[in-house]
């Protein structure tokens, strides 16, 4: 799976910081997106697209509402970092992200068995 990919990729210690982080947010993206897929639901690329990803993951189960702000701080971070050029990002902030991440798809993995055995699309 993508986010297992990204998630080890962000485990990868000669990799730079903030590309750790970079790879850690794009797992969680992909689980978010996941969750949104799942649920019969997309989101369009674009302007916004990333946010909008995570305001519709807290809007489709309240159990992701933490997360999904979680989610959204890591991704101005992100921004930052990669458009602005004036980010920092610390390492303890990228295990951070990088833990939440492999609780995340777990979480997610239950969330959609959870739907299968509901029957629910």
């Not at 986010?3 to 903030?18: C, I």
């Not at 489709?60 to 930052?80: G, I, P, V």
């Amino acid at each position: 799976m993508i986010a297992d990919r990204d998630m080890h990729d962000a485990e990868v210690r000669g990799v730079s910081v903030p590309g750790r982080f970079n790879s850690a947010y794009s797992a969680v993206r992909t689980l978010a997106t996941i969750v949104i897929r799942a649920s019969g639901y997309r989101v369009k690329g674009g302007d916004g697209g990333h946010r909008l990803t995570f305001d519709v993951l807290a809007l489709l189960d309240s159990a992701f509402d933490q997360r999904a702000s979680y989610f959204n701080r890591c991704r101005k971070k992100r921004n930052d970092i990669t458009y602005t050029g004036t980010g920092y990002v610390a390492n303890t902030e990228t295990e951070e992200l990088l833990r939440i991440a492999h609780a995340f798809a777990g979480e997610v993995a239950k969330w959609l068995k959870t739907k299968r055995q509901n029957g629910s699309r």
